[in-house]
Antibody, heavy 122, light 107 residues
Framework: QVQLQESGPGLVKPSETLSLTCAVSGYSISSDYYWGWIRQSPGKGLEWIGT???????YYNPSLRSRVTISVDTSKSHFSLKLNSMTAADAAVYYCARQTTPAARDNWFHPWGQGTLVTVSS | SYELTQPPSVSVSPGQTASITCSGD??????ACWYQQKPGQSPVLVIYQDKKRPSGIPERFSGSNSGNTATLTISGTQAMDEADYYC??????????FGGGTKLTVL
């Protein structure tokens, strides 16, 4: 069964860049599915960050587009998130998940990784 | 931008039926899906394409979507169903929109 595992630093300084990786196992990252990042601020709801296909096609949340880069490495079966100019407002649990086509009306995320907590502090 | 609105909280007695709504402009023309999130855990997909259940999701979970409202219904609610529930839909301007979440309390 497909499993996703996020990894990366739990602490980032203000103005610096967050780098996270999601390792995919039990399923080919080069399949027809897409791979997405979602975050959840403490005590808050879910916010979609962006999504990538193994071909390199990307979709980003317009509110974060200027600061986000998502990439994929099919040889390592993982995809990555970079979010620059971090502020306290970016502190959250960051999840990766498998997604159906984001441009389609019926897209959803399943399954999700366990999430990784990112704190922003100097 | 497109918005999905959920009630912040819903309460239900064990064994009764819980209904959680998700409202958005012409939501019935789109597909809605639902996630369950228990404290300290990742979200889990419980309904997709308005009313389909992923493998392993109990039959007591069902969904509907019409007009401006999608509804998640939990029949014979159990204590283990106490969780936060989020709806999600597609919009051409942003691709992915989540509702604000509803805390289901089983009293």
């Amino acid at each position: 069964q497909v499993q996703l595992q996020e990894s990366g630093p739990g602490l980032v300084k203000p103005s610096e860049t967050l780098s996270l990786t999601c390792a995919v196992s039990g399923y080919s990252i080069s399949s027809d599915y897409y791979w997405g990042w979602i975050r959840q601020s403490p005590g808050k709801g879910l916010e979609w960050i962006g999504t990538i296909h193994h071909s390199g096609s990307t979709y980003y949340n317009p509110s974060l587009r200027s600061r986000v880069t998502i990439s994929v490495d099919t040889s390592k079966s993982h995809f990555s998130l970079k979010l620059n100019s971090m502020t306290a407002a970016d502190a959250a649990v960051y999840y990766c998940a498998r997604q159906t086509t984001p441009a389609a009306r019926d897209n959803w995320f399943h399954p999700w990784g366990q999430g990784t907590l990112v704190t922003v502090s100097s | 931008s497109y918005e999905l609105t959920q009630p912040p909280s819903v309460s239900v007695s064990p064994g009764q039926t819980a209904s959680i709504t998700c409202s958005g402009d012409k939501l019935g023309d789109k597909y809605a899906c639902w996630y369950q999130q228990k404290p300290g855990q990742s979200p889990v997909l419980v309904i997709y394409q308005d009313k389909k259940r992923p493998s392993g999701i109990p039959e007591r979970f069902s969904g509907s979507n019409s007009g401006n409202t999608a509804t998640l219904t939990i029949s014979g609610t159990q204590a283990m169903d106490e969780a936060d529930y989020y709806c999600q839909a597609w919009d051409r301007s942003i691709y992915v929109v989540f509702g604000g979440g509803t805390k289901l309390t089983v009293l």
